[in-house]
């Protein structure tokens, strides 16, 4: 799906998007930012959380500015759901 990502753009299924982006049950979501800049939170990804995954994978940008909230990460352990994060 993911096919080649570099600072300022990633490429999935052939289109390229220069936006962040969310992939929720194979759909990708262009034009999506969080509440509080490179934070992430709970209320950032309900959409996501509602499909029930097994795993999130976040993508922390080319600087890794990306941060995770204690909050999110304690509620996808409570949920049973595996966070990775890729750079």
Request: net charge negative.
């Amino acid at each position: 799906m993911i096919e080649s990502y570099q600072y300022g753009e990633i490429h999935v299924n052939g289109r390229k998007y220069t936006g962040d982006i969310k992939i929720v049950s194979g759909e990708v979501l262009s034009g999506w930012w969080r509440r509080e800049g490179h934070s992430l939170d709970i209320s950032d990804i309900e959409d996501i959380l509602s499909t029930q995954p097994g795993f999130l994978v976040v993508g922390m940008g080319d600087p890794g500015n990306m941060k995770v909230t204690e909050k999110l990460r304690k509620h996808l352990a409570a949920l049973g759901i595996i966070a990775g994060r890729e750079k």
